[in-house]
């Protein structure tokens, strides 16, 4: 019989902050989105002041201050590298691994006997709080879906000491009809209004409708959204990531950016990354889509978005031809005038580039490209990230009104030499 398992951590980017600062520990903590925007990570004591997931920084910061609440901005750094050391913890209890997001993995159980998934379980979680301090909660089910909803069970019900399984039907039973159906995997706002006017309030009263109106309603996603519920499972493990369609490179600016050259410096930035994103995963882009808009939080101003897909004459991952196709596109839609909050650049249909097919006209010189591409992330790989950079990207770029603001990061503990832990002596 298939079983699933999903860990997860609980309120991870704050529980990262209190591995390396024992302090925090039972005092409230909140970690911020980029540019320190809005919360994304609350811990059980900050939900306790009524601070809500996505709260603008701005409008709590006197809450915050007040009741003494630790604001952190993201580090991405750390997180992904604690969430790898997790994830080589699970590794040792599941043959089968599906990393789901960066706090989320799904562990294929269908070989560990019916009376010893709740126990491995428990050992699993302790394992991963004594190997790296972060606490975390598994639910176990027949499907991903009842897995999830496992999850979601055992995270919001203390007396379960962070374990639920819902493999046997008559333990699932009672919780289907306590647990409303927005706590479904997969079923979003508007499928929320769709199975209400079904007559849906609970989980077990979306589990109990006839398939095929809700797959007329909501196509075969619905459909197997019911079948999974039933303990029948649809959706298999993927140990092997799906190629990725798309890739994208966004941010919002620390300040408001009115001139072309300070634009041009984050375009140029960005085709940076989005270049070393594409050969990451071995991919390639025939096109490169810019846009950049103004904010409709600045309502002293007058406002604009625009976008522009420009064409390479053939499928490149080069950071050359990136950037010089982003710039030329930012220059067709550049408007001087506004204040503008955000650019991007935005990829999809993604191919490999050593089956795309090569131009007759204006063909890349690709042999050089990978070359110079090779020793440019050789450089970056050893040296860190942001070693070698295109100078059209700008000197200062650490200052550049465009830059990413993190003014209240913690250190890089574990990915920077010069940012570990220091033990003092008493």
């Not at 609970?202 to 909501?218: G, H, I, Q, S």
Request: charged share 30%; with cysteine; proline share 5%.
């Amino acid at each position: 019989m298939r079983s699933f398992a999903l860990i997860d951590g609980n309120s991870f980017y704050c529980s990262c902050e209190r591995v390396f600062d024992p302090s925090l520990k039972r005092r409230p903590v909140i970690v911020l989105s980029n540019n320190d925007g809005c919360a994304v990570a609350r811990t059980a004591e900050a939900k306790a002041l009524g601070i809500k997931m996505g709260a603008p920084y701005f409008k709590i910061r006197d809450l915050c201050r007040r009741e003494g609440v630790v604001v952190f901005s993201s580090n991405y750094a750390l997180y992904g590298d604690m969430s790898a050391r997790m994830n080589t913890v699970y590794s040792q209890f599941a043959p089968d691994i599906e990393v789901y997001s960066i706090d989320e993995s799904f562990l294929d159980m269908a070989d560990v006997r019916p009376d010893r998934r709740e126990e491995l379980a428990r050992d699993l979680r302790a394992t991963v709080s004594r190997w790296t301090g972060v606490p975390t909660c598994v639910g176990i089910g027949p499907s991903k879906t009842l897995a999830k909803l496992a999850n979601h069970i055992a995270k919001t019900n203390a007396e379960l000491g962070g374990v639920c399984d819902l493999t046997d039907p008559a333990k699932r039973e009672p919780w289907l009809h306590r647990v409303t159906l927005d706590e479904v995997w997969g079923i979003g706002p508007a499928g929320q209004a769709k199975l209400a006017a079904l007559g849906c309030r609970t989980v077990a009263d979306v589990r109990d409708l006839d398939p095929r109106p809700v797959r007329k309603a909501m196509t075969v996603v619905g459909e197997r959204i019911i079948h999974e519920l039933r303990g029948t499972p649809c959706l298999d493990l993927e140990a092997v990531a799906p190629t990725r369609k798309g890739c994208a490179v966004t941010r919002c600016f620390s300040g408001r950016v009115d001139d072309l050259d300070t634009m041009l410096e984050a375009v140029a930035a960005h085709a940076t990354r989005l270049g070393e994103k594409l050969r990451h995963h071995d991919l390639a882009t025939d096109h490169v889509s810019v846009f950049m808009h103004t904010s409709e939080h600045d309502e002293d101003g007058p406002q604009r978005s625009a976008a522009f897909t420009v064409d390479l004459p053939e499928a490149s991952n080069d950071t050359t031809v990136l950037l010089k196709a982003a710039r030329w596109g930012a220059r067709r839609i550049w408007r001087g005038g506004f204040r503008y909050s955000k650019v991007g650049l935005v990829t999809t249909d993604l191919v490999d580039p050593a089956r795309s097919q090569r131009a007759l006209i204006g063909a890349l010189d690709r042999e050089r490209g990978d070359k110079l591409m090779a020793a440019l992330d050789a450089c970056n790989g050893r040296y860190g990230r942001g070693t070698l950079f295109p100078a059209s990207v700008g000197l200062g770029r650490e200052r550049a009104r465009w830059a990413t603001k993190f003014e209240m990061r913690s250190p890089r503990y574990t990915t920077r030499l010069d940012e570990l832990p220091k033990i003092r002596a008493a």
